[in-house]
């Protein structure tokens, strides 16, 4: 069977439906920023995919672009919970609710 | 051949995800995740992108995963041991949700009228560095130089964030 551009979707789909599913479930805020970097991933795959699909490599440019925002995301996002962790002893969101209320 | 390939890398990187999400362990968590990203270099190889599958694995897979298992070093203790019994939403929509959403696109598969097959074999030199490095620096020079903008207000903003408050310039 040929591999389309429909599997490489439904593949990148999938992986962002789990990313999300993790996100929303989970308590643990660092597995959760795991989870946002799954769904980049994602999407990473997306483009890649288009651009097999039209042979052209301009995808490739923004996966690249992509790669510096996710690691400037988790860069900053544990730099959030480094410093949360060192005020309130936990990484779990539940507890973190101050804004919440 | 490369049809066994993507169903390889495809279903493994799905079974990495899965796994990332249902480890109750942080760090059983990272690591599945790293399997999961090597995982997709193998779908960025099969995809004529040999430059993004060397860079998943450097940058996603090497430097970015590092930085979370260094954190969870950093923040080992009792924490991280478990997470609360109740969860944030009852269980179902979530467990419904991706489903729905596969076979909604099953559904579009199979009534698609356009085309979906890949573009035929794609010239010698596609996707190396050479090639992406051209685009980089001609087309997108733009892009490119802004993106150093992002990076550089990430690293200012870690080490404000992290840095004691008593010793910021500004106090």
Known sequence: MEITLTHY???????????????VLRRNAIVMLMCVELMLCSVNIVFAAFSRFHASADGHVFVLMNFAVAAAEAAIGLAILVEIFRRRRTVNVDDLKALME | ?????????GLLMV??????VVQRS?????????FAFVCAAGI?????????????ILVYAGAIMVLFLFVIM???GPVLEGERKRLALPLWPAVA??????????AGYVQRDG????????????????????????????????????????????????????KLPWK
Do not use: N
């Not at chain 2, 980089?136 to 150093?148: C, D, N, Q, T, V």
């Open chain 2, 115 to 166: 085309v979906t097959q890949m573009a035929g074999p794609v010239p010698e030199g596609f996707g190396s560095p050479q090639h992406v490095a051209g685009l980089l620096l001609g087309k997108y020079l733009l892009a490119f130089e802004l993106i150093s903008i992002v990076l550089l207000v990430a690293i200012i903003g870690a080490l404000a964030i992290g840095k004691d408050e008593r």
């Open chain 2, 1 to 9: 051949m490369e049809g066994i390939l993507f169903w390889v890398c």
């Open chain 2, 74 to 76: 950093m923040l080992q």
């Open chain 1, 9 to 23: 979707l439904l593949l990148a789909m999938v992986l962002f439906l789990t990313g999300m599913v993790g996100f």
């Open chain 2, 15 to 20: 079974l990495g995800g899965l796994m990332t």
């Open chain 2, 26 to 34: 942080a760090v059983v968590s990272a690591v599945w995740l790293i």
């Open chain 2, 97 to 106: 949700v991706p489903p729905m959403a596969v076979v909604v696109m099953v």
């Open chain 2, 44 to 56: 960025f190889a099969l995809l004529a992108a040999p430059f993004l599958a060397v860079m998943q």
